[in-house]
């Protein structure tokens, strides 16, 4: 919008007047941001797959599973996009634990992956994991971050801190900055109970 206002001694020639609206009229608005992703092929994917799936194993043995409403591969990338993620993982062919993510990316030559995006790891026997980011290693099977983090333990104790290393069975975990505790008193509540 163009405001013009009266001023007593200013005078503006009318065609300046009308060369200056003719120009704002005719400068292209910029495109709205699809338009723009889909003018640059190199943004967009070159494979996409839909309700995708990805299993680990180990000499015939289930080590994981990697499901994704969507993965996007990009040309020149070993990464993958995924978009949600649900992520099972087994020890000896047996299910122990679920991690779930909004978002990720997997490498598809090493299999590390990479979750982001209200991230929560849950075993079988009940402890919860909640963090924003989590970092998964193929190689040593490690689950790690460097943000803040919410473990909820089978005695509904919450130990919170930055910064993890853990097994995605949850029973080895190092927590290593600021780190807190909220303990539930077992013996008083079982008193209570009586």
């Known amino acids: ?20 609206l003719t120009w704002a009229g005719c400068q292209e608005a910029p495109a709205p941001p699809s338009v723009t992703a889909e003018r640059n092929t190199d943004t967009l994917p070159e494979q996409q797959f839909y309700d995708y799936r990805l299993i680990e194993s180990k000499a015939g ?3 994981w599973i990697l499901e994704s409403d969507e993965m ?24 122990f634990s679920t991690l779930t ?13 990479h979750t982001w995006g ?33 473990l909820t333990t089978l005695d509904n104790d919450i130990v919170t801190g930055i910064g993890l290393e853990a097994t995605p069975d949850l029973n ?20 209570d109970s009586r």
């Open 1 to 20: 919008m163009i405001r013009l206002r009266h001023r007593p001694n200013t005078w503006a020639p009318p065609i300046l007047l009308v060369c200056v």
């Open 61 to 63: 043995v289930k080590q």
């Open 72 to 95: 996007q591969k990009f040309s020149g990338q070993e990464d993958v996009r995924l978009i949600t993620v649900k992520m099972d993982f087994y020890q000896d062919g047996e299910h």
């Open 101 to 113: 993510a909004d978002s990720g990316r997997a490498n598809m030559h090493s299999r590390d992956v």
């Open 118 to 150: 209200n991230v929560i790891v849950v075993t079988d026997d009940g402890r919860r994991l909640e963090t924003e980011e989590l970092f998964f290693n193929n190689e040593t099977q490690l689950i790690h971050n460097d943000v803040f983090d919410r």
């Open 172 to 191: 080895y975990i190092e927590i290593k900055q600021e780190v807190e505790a909220e303990v539930t008193d077992s013996t008083a509540s079982e008193s």
